[in-house]
């Protein structure tokens, strides 16, 4: 783990060597950390490691009644069925494009946002409107697809009114197979660029007064010094932001896309982990549901090595 | 700033754009919460003709009061408030004793339990298996099913840690260890008490997750006795709404034929958004500084 000054933290930290004889001493002297640690150590054992050695099912066909080790191997048929079959590129296609549309729109809002609410200069105002934008945070997904049933409806919806005042036509937005992707991420804007300013905005407290009076010294305009002082002050907190959100590039938060899916819309907004939830959980067919999971889960995983070792190449703010 | 120097006009005129823009941020978030305070407080008519668009029209009560006689609400309210309260109980009795133990530098095995907890941010072992093993755990259709397989999260452990390791001096753990206290002592005696700002962080962060959540319900309950408040608001507000959608296009006159029966429902949409959302909107402006605190010190890399 590199040392830099990245704003996220990550689990490494440079600690001090445990020089051998004293190392029994300290565990003995400090046994009460160990409890401690107790509830946490378990709870990850079970509810994560767990599950991580029920994956085996994905290569078995799973029988409730045989139980995990007591199910057949298969090895990869459930991987090839899944490769093979007609939905696996309208799966993959939805997932990924339903991700990146959503990185592109909501990666810099939030950015833009943090660098504006910087210039204002009106605390009460400034106030009012970080606080105001904050507060979509802690609406519930359900209130939130509700909302957005509610606002879209064709016949009742103040979108749709507000639309047709303008003298345009109003599409289905709600089941139209087109516009799903545009009305997830747009809410999705709505509701987190607020809370994901405060992350920049940290970093730009940090930035030295000295270096704007140096620069109004120099004659820079508001615009030269947010380009060159502000903006690099925020490139280490992007690029750790970037990294996490490419590592999870096919796990799109399938929660509310499956609040505002319908029959309609559903060959756009279907997407993998909505269709393991539905393979597994609703028609109960575990080993492929499971195994269509793993395949999510190692390309994130890919993902996020792969760009970390990208990153980690042309700049020092990589993850590890 | 140099308050001395003038501010040239191209200066000015910047910083009336980003007046405008963070006026447009504020004027586009708070629309819809404004609209929907309207909208639940006035004559379905007119929010579904679109003449009630931002006061309220025709100020009528019935939709609260429908969604107070409806005892699914109650009865989703009343479950909520239980997982919430004992699923955060959890959420700190798990969370806080770890962070500390971590943000030990002489508790041997800290980078192990760290790597252990890590992997597990990054690699899962997935819906089905999760769900195999809860079954298995016979915790299918109990408020367990709720509260346990969310008990941490390493993000907020490690904000815990990260918040013990910079703002409790080190010296208070020597003196105290000196003067022969034991480490349970110390935790509960000194650091809790010190740490005031994390719990609230930590209750609140955990508190409003769990208020939110709808998920493990869905796939843990099955006794619609046990649902929380917001599997019960999908049923008002996704589940309805959809039945309506899927059954085809509506046109505009079949819609405009339709009997109060639709509208009262659309009312009573807006009355239960509100009554779902208000716990955790009221307390928040309140407490606003303590969820920035949150996010600040997870971004200060311990």
């Known amino acids: 783990m590199q040392d830099t000054k990245t704003a996220i933290p990550l689990g490494a930290v440079p600690k001090p060597k445990p020089s051998g004889k004293g190392v029994w001493k300290r565990i003995v002297q400090n046994w009460e950390l160990y409890i401690f640690i107790a509830p946490a150590f378990l709870y990850f054992l079970i509810f994560s490691y767990g599950p991580m050695y029920g994956i085996q099912i994905a290569f078995k066909n799973f029988i409730p009644t045989k139980g995990i080790t007591g199910s057949p191997w298969v090895g990869f048929d459930h991987f090839t069925r899944f490769f093979h079959s007609y939905y696996f590129w309208d799966l993959l296609w939805n997932t990924l494009s339903i991700s990146l549309y959503e990185l592109a729109v909501g990666f810099p809002i939030p950015i833009i946002l943090a660098l504006a609410f910087n210039e204002v200069r009106n605390g009460f105002f400034k106030k009012l409107a970080q606080t105001v934008t904050y507060a979509p945070h802690f609406i519930s997904v359900v209130v939130m697809a509700g909302m957005i049933i509610s606002f879209l409806s064709p016949s009742t919806g103040i979108v749709v009114h507000l639309i047709e005042g303008l003298g345009l036509h109003a599409p289905d937005f709600l089941t139209d197979p087109r516009w799903f992707k545009t009305m997830y991420v747009l809410s999705g804007v709505w509701q987190s660029a607020g809370w994901g300013t405060i992350i920049y905005l940290a970093a730009l407290s940090g930035v030295d007064p000295g270096l704007h009076e140096a620069a109004i010294i120099d004659g820079a305009s508001r615009f030269q010094r947010i380009r060159h002082i502000n903006i690099p002050t925020l490139v280490p907190t992007m690029t750790i932001l970037l990294i996490l959100n490419m590592g999870s590039l096919l796990g799109v938060g399938f929660e509310k896309i499956l609040l505002l899916q319908n029959p309609l819309n559903m060959s756009s907004s279907d997407v993998i982990s909505t269709f393991v939830y539905r393979s597994g959980l609703v028609d109960a067919q575990y080993s492929f549901s499971t195994a269509i999971g793993l395949f999510n889960s190692v390309i994130n995983c890919v993902l996020l090595i792969v760009v970390n070792q990208i990153v980690r190449r042309t700049s020092e703010n990589s993850l590890w | ?302």
Do not use: H
Not at chain 2, 4 to 9: I, L, N, P, Q, S
Not at chain 2, 156 to 185: H, W, Y
Not at chain 2, 238 to 259: P, R, Y
């Open chain 2, 1 to 302: 700033m140099l308050s001395g120097v003038k501010e040239t006009k191209r200066d000015k005129a910047f910083l009336v754009c980003n007046y405008i823009y963070v006026f447009l941020a504020f004027a586009i978030v708070f629309y819809p919460l404004v609209y929907m305070i309207s909208a639940s407080i006035s004559d379905p008519k007119f929010v579904g003709s679109g003449e009630m668009w931002l006061w309220p029209k025709g100020i009528t009560f019935e939709g609260y009061k429908r969604v107070f006689e409806n005892s699914n609400i109650w009865n989703g309210y009343a479950n909520t408030i239980l997982y919430t309260v004992v699923g955060t109980a959890i959420n700190l009795v798990v969370t806080l004793p770890a962070a500390y133990a971590l943000s030990r530098r002489d508790f041997v095995g800290r980078n192990f339990f760290m790597g252990m907890f890590m992997v597990t941010m990054f690699f899962g072992g997935g819906l089905v298996p999760t769900y195999l093993l809860v079954k298995q755990l016979g915790m299918i259709n109990t408020m367990w099913a709720i509260v346990i397989p969310s008990a941490a999260s390493i993000w907020n452990i490690i904000v815990s840690r990260t918040f013990f390791q910079s703002s409790i001096p080190k010296e208070l753990q020597e003196a105290a260890q000196i003067d022969g206290c034991t480490n349970m002592r110390l935790f509960v005696k000194i650091i809790l008490p010190l740490s005031m700002p994390i719990i609230a962080v930590m209750a609140l962060f955990y508190g409003v997750g769990n208020w939110n959540s709808y998920f493990s319900a869905l796939i843990y309950l099955n006794d619609s006795a046990k649902y929380p408040l917001q599997l019960v608001l999908r049923q008002i507000l996704v589940l309805q709404e959809m039945a309506a959608q899927g059954g085809g296009a509506i046109d505009a006159s079949t819609a405009a034929a339709m009997n109060s029966k639709a509208e009262i429902a659309a009312l009573v949409k807006y009355a239960v958004i509100i009554v779902a959302t208000v716990p955790v909107i009221v307390i928040y402006p309140f407490l606003q500084r303590y969820f920035v605190q949150g996010v600040m010190i997870g971004s200060v890399k311990g």
